[in-house]
């Protein structure tokens, strides 16, 4: 299990430094959500209306950014071919690169949140399940944006082509994550909407590893 | 199955089966959409417009068979290795994407005159449009590399990874929003619909399952042969070198 830490580890590294997308990825993020406000203008009501869709439609391409250099960047300087023959199975190798890539990405984004949600106007009723939400939503965003990188792993426009290949499959996290802050604003329950899309990260958890270690085996052949 | 494999004795195969294919096809469609389009009875609310129907409904049927068919064949060809399961699947593809584009375009049409819009962002168009991208993200995928084996392993673990998801987007999308009729076909008490209309639909679903057996015989012998031809390529470059 240390060499699993280890790779998350070295991977926290990479992500967090200079050359890393940690900060990139988070700016990014504000900045598209504070250009809705400019974009449909500033009544209150319509921004407390629009902002929890708002907020994880900007999720969802944020984290879409980073995606392409996830494996990428090792498959080139040929340290995934010696993370590949190590002793860890290469399942488990992926499943630590991902949850790096959640832990530098997805994480931040989900803090932040909130804080981006009162500027957008949310009823402060709704953020506990906003944060919540992102929370359980943001690791199957890395879990499913993990096959799309690896397939895409020494292709012809890979950064391109990650989104139209993972977007489509993330529709049911941007609907259950949009339906949990709905239900907060509005006084209902909002633990349906996240007790599936805890489902969908249980099943994502499970599947995706295997998928993205898949795929990375074809292009290491 | 690896009977099959062999793609010499495919191409025989599908040689003798494709003009009965395509016959059946021709035969089904023209008897389908007469029927359906002069002789059938115009509905008591939708008038004419209901003709639309005999398109829209089997294209959406095929849009939806033809990525069932391209799963499975994914699955065959990355658990057998299977050169002509490939094939099959990647010669699926533009065929499903047509047949879903065809079901939304004549939604749209439909949705013009019967509900005053051509596009509400109900679940089942919207189910259908998701379909359709994923259709284009698998092709783009073919076409993302110059190894065409690398190339299909990778499509085929999209085609499993997508299929073990439609249902799920397919049920979100059903929870967030639903405007489109439920379905009057396929229920558990029998059909909901006259048999003047059902049975024009019917037709034509068959002749569009013809009509896609007939491309796949078709598409799949184009993409043996331009393999072939690739390998000759290989072959003749490789002669040309000293040593």
């Known amino acids: 299990m240390s060499a699993f830490w280890a790779i998350v580890q070295r991977d926290l590294r990479i992500n967090l430094g200079a050359q890393g997308a940690a900060l990139t990825t988070i700016l990014f993020f504000v900045l598209a959500i504070s250009l809705f406000p400019l974009g449909v203008g500033p009544e209150p009501q319509l921004l407390a209306r629009i902002s929890a869709g708002v907020i994880w439609v900007a999720a969802l391409l944020a984290a879409q950014l980073s995606l392409d250099r996830l494996f990428q960047a090792d498959h080139e300087d040929g340290t995934l071919d010696l993370l590949a023959r190590a002793p860890l199975p290469l399942t488990l190798t ?16 989900a803090l932040i949140a909130p804080l981006l949600a009162i500027m957008l106007q949310m009823d402060s009723a709704a953020l506990p399940a906003l944060l919540l939400a992102l929370l359980l939503g943001t690791p199957s965003l890395s879990l499913i944006g993990g096959i799309g990188a690896a397939l895409t792993l ?20 941007l609907i259950f994550g949009v339906g949990a802050v709905e239900a907060a604003a509005t006084g209902l329950s909002a633990s349906p909407h996240l007790l599936l899309l805890g489902a969908f990260l249980a099943l994502a958890l499970v599947l995706s590893p295997f998928a993205a270690a898949a795929a990375v085996k074809l292009a290491l052949e | 199955m690896h009977y099959l494999a062999n793609p010499a004795r495919f191409q025989r195969i599908m040689t003798a089966i494709r003009p009965w294919a ?36 089997p294209s959406a049927w095929m849009g939806m068979f ?22 099959a699947a990647k010669a699926s593809a533009p065929a499903g994407a047509a047949f879903t584009l065809v079901c939304l375009i004549t939604g749209a049409l439909w949705g013009q005159p ?22 284009l993200g698998y092709m783009a995928l073919w076409e993302a590399f110059d190894d065409p084996s690398r190339a ?50 019917l037709l034509v679903a068959v002749g569009f399952k013809a009509y896609y057996i007939w491309l796949l015989a078709l598409r799949v012998r184009a993409e043996i042969l331009e393999r072939q031809a690739r390998m000759l390529r290989f072959a003749a470059a490789s002669d040309g070198q000293p040593g």
């Open chain 1, 94 to 109: 992926i499943a630590a690169k991902l949850l790096a890539h959640w832990l530098g990405t997805g994480l931040p984004l």
């Open chain 1, 154 to 173: 020494g292709a012809r426009r890979g950064a391109v082509l990650v989104p139209l290949l993972t977007l489509p499959l993330l529709i049911p996290v």
């Open chain 2, 22 to 57: 395509g016959g059946i096809a021709l035969v089904c469609l023209i008897a389908g959409f007469g029927w359906g389009l002069l002789f059938s009875p115009p509905d008591y609310q939708q008038s004419e417009t209901v003709r639309i129907m005999y398109l829209h409904v």
């Open chain 2, 66 to 87: 033809i990525y069932a068919g391209m799963a499975v064949a994914s699955a065959v060809a990355l658990i057998w290795r299977h050169p002509v399961a490939e094939l």
């Open chain 2, 114 to 135: 019967m509900w005053g819009t051509w596009w509400v962002w109900d679940a089942r168009l919207t189910s259908m449009l998701i379909l359709f991208f994923i259709y």
């Open chain 2, 152 to 201: 299909g392993r990778a499509a085929a673990i999209l085609a499993l990874v997508g299929a073990v998801n439609l249902p799920i987007i397919k049920f979100s999308v059903d929870w967030w929003n639903t405007l489109h009729q439920p379905a009057s076909v396929l229920t558990m008490e029998g059909p909901k619909i006259h048999p003047d209309i059902l049975w024009p639909l």
